[in-house]
């Protein structure tokens, strides 16, 4: 029998110390599992746990706490079908318990151990990594103030049914924009005007279909599919219905808003065959609309489109003149009906076109005020003004104030006003300016008579408030504007003489502005009987008109400028006129 030696208790007491290391270091893989911060389990062939760690305890947990039954059994089955088909698969989980989502990245991969089939399964939670994703993919996709989808969602929703379409689909692309945006903006702040875009959005979105689709693209600009439509009629039915609910009042920031919306309506297949031509043509509906009497809705025809390239040229004609200064001032006389004195001229821009065809500013002062010219154009004119001063003061007198028309758009911005009236002052002859504005103006919260004003008294240059009458006006708000010149409306004054309810107002207007100190101009006289009724019936002393003279160019000016002269030396002998050139209608103002 052995008995055992020296190197048998060698040999036991060398194997015990590597099974208490392997031991240990077992212990060791065990706490460093359990304390993994990912989740990992093991499955073995019939789903049940054989490991977890505590971050999986953790899970499980959670997901037994939020999800359904079926969602946990659900789970169960995705996991025996990997087992099974022995394929890998990474998977998203996501937990509503708690406060907020949880979501997880799970890894599955079947393995062999021992022979036994397993499946291990690591989970990563990437809640911050999806929420900022889903950030990203809103403000990517979703307009942030309306929360409606952008412009690149509705592009792709078209896209999607034209690709796919099968020669009977049919739908209807709506282009919207708010009427007077801006000016309810400059009147009420940004902040109502946020809130309004907000609620307009909610507003147009009533009674839409799932597969309607209606989205801001810009601004105060909105697109709206119907998809899919039976008839026009169908269309027109309800794009009637959408503008009777916006006639409603709006109660934002304890204010009643009224804001109507012009719509321009294309139809597919009949005006395109793709998004951007279609929604080129509901745009070109929509401006046709915008251009007559807004806050109404028109379905495209191709005579819109010859009209828009018409706009097109003379958008680019503009933008080429303002390049080139091709512009050029006409004045017009503003004359004393008691003595036929000049007491001032009007500055009237006018563009020659590529053919040097003089345009009216009809043509273009509202397109180069929507494309943002129209500040490059008034310096313009100002400079026009700077290099005729002496043809000026040789024909009309050195005297003369020079009226200048100012939109109420560019009133109430002090980044242009400033510099404007840094310009006025930059002439050396200042006190000269007549600065005209409408009377909407003075009403906006865009403050011109508390902030603005002041910087043009300081030059003294004068204010004149124009058209009166046809805007805002009222006898209180005329009480509240601090103006030296008030300019009546010529349809106040067309055949004023057989007109009793213009006889009453234009008293009115006339017996106040006396009492405020303010100068008052009769526009638009064209006859002689008109003329006869204020000099006999009223006391207006002032008035323009073609009766006295067109607007004329300064090439007529020089022209007729030896015949002002003559009569201003005729004059010289009258002391009682000598301050300013008697006007003659037979000295080149012929209209």
């Known amino acids: 029998m052995h008995s055992p030696n020296k190197r048998d208790f060698q040999t036991a007491a060398t194997q015990a110390g590597d099974e208490s290391i392997f031991e240990s270091e077992l212990n060791i893989l065990r706490d460093v599992f359990r304390l993994l911060p990912a989740s990992v389990t093991v499955q073995d062939e019939h789903g049940e746990f054989v490991l977890m760690n505590d971050a999986a305890t953790a899970l499980l947990e959670a997901a037994a706490a939020a999800a359904s039954a079926s969602q946990l059994s659900d789970r169960r089955e995705t996991c025996l079908e990997l087992l099974r088909a022995g394929r890998p698969a990474v998977l998203e989980e996501a937990i509503s318990g708690g406060p907020a989502k949880q979501v997880f990245l799970t890894s599955h991969r079947p393995v062999q151990v021992a022979g036994r089939n397993l499946l291990i399964s690591s989970s990563t939670d990437i809640t911050e990594q999806k929420s900022f994703e889903d950030h990203l993919f809103r403000s990517a996709y979703y307009d942030e103030l309306t929360g409606l989808p952008t412009r690149r969602v509705i592009e792709h929703r078209v896209n999607s049914l034209l690709k796919y379409d099968n020669g009977q689909g049919r739908f209807a692309l709506a282009f919207l924009d708010i009427d007077n945006f801006k000016h309810i903006n400059d009147y009420y702040g940004h902040a109502v005007g946020d809130a309004l875009l907000a609620e307009m959005a909610k507003r147009l979105g009533l009674d839409l279909r799932e597969s309607d689709i209606l989205s801001r693209i810009s601004g105060d600009e909105f697109v709206l599919l119907l998809n899919p439509i039976q008839s026009d009629a169908e269309v027109e039915e309800y794009i009637h219905f959408i503008l009777q609910r916006l006639k409603a009042p709006f109660f934002i920031d ?143 007198g050195p005297d003369t104030t020079i009226s200048m028309n100012v939109a109420a758009k560019q009133a109430g911005k002090p980044e242009f006003m400033r510099p404007f009236a840094q310009a006025i002052e930059a002439t050396g ?163």
Not at 260 to 268: A, D, E, F, H, K
Not at 275 to 281: A, D
Not at 307 to 320: C, D, F, G, H, V
């Open 254 to 396: 304890q204010s009643e808003i009224f804001a109507s919306t012009s719509i321009g309506v294309s139809l597919y297949p009949e005006h395109g065959r793709s998004y951007e031509v279609l929604r080129q043509n509901a745009d070109i509906a929509m401006y046709r609309v915008k251009n007559g009497s807004k806050g109404a809705a028109a379905f495209f025809d191709a005579s819109m489109e010859r009209e828009a390239l018409a706009r097109m040229k003379i958008e680019q004609s503009l933008r080429l003149a303002i390049l080139e200064k091709r512009f050029c001032c006409a004045f017009q006389p503003k004359v004393d009906i008691r003595t036929q004195e000049i007491m001032g001229v009007e500055a009237l821009v006018r563009l020659r076109d590529d053919e040097g065809v003089i345009q009216a500013p009809s043509t273009f002062i509202n397109l180069a005020t929507e494309l943002g010219l129209i500040d490059e154009l008034t310096h313009l004119v100002l400079a026009e003004i700077v290099k005729s001063i002496d043809l000026i003061n040789e024909t009309f």
């Open 429 to 591: 002859f200042p006190t000269r300016f007549m600065i005209e504005v409408t009377e909407d103006a003075f009403v906006t919260k865009t403050h011109f008579q508390d902030e603005i004003l002041p910087i043009f008294r300081k030059l003294g240059v004068k204010i004149s408030i124009d058209d009166f009458g046809i805007g805002y006006s009222s006898l209180s708000a005329l009480a509240d504007i601090t103006a030296d010149e008030i300019k009546i409306d010529r349809s106040f004054i067309t055949d004023i003489h057989k007109r009793p309810r213009s006889q009453g107002i234009l008293r009115a207007i006339e017996s106040l502005s006396e009492a405020l100190g303010m100068t008052v101009i009769a526009e638009g006289l064209e006859s002689f009987e008109e003329l006869a009724y204020l000099q006999a019936a009223t006391k207006i002393r002032y008035a323009q008109g073609y009766y006295f003279s067109r607007p004329t160019f300064l090439e007529d000016l020089k022209l007729a400028t030896p015949r002002a002269s003559e009569a201003r030396a005729s004059l010289a002998s009258r002391p009682a006129q000598e301050n300013r050139p008697t006007y003659s209608r037979a000295g080149g103002y012929r209209r």
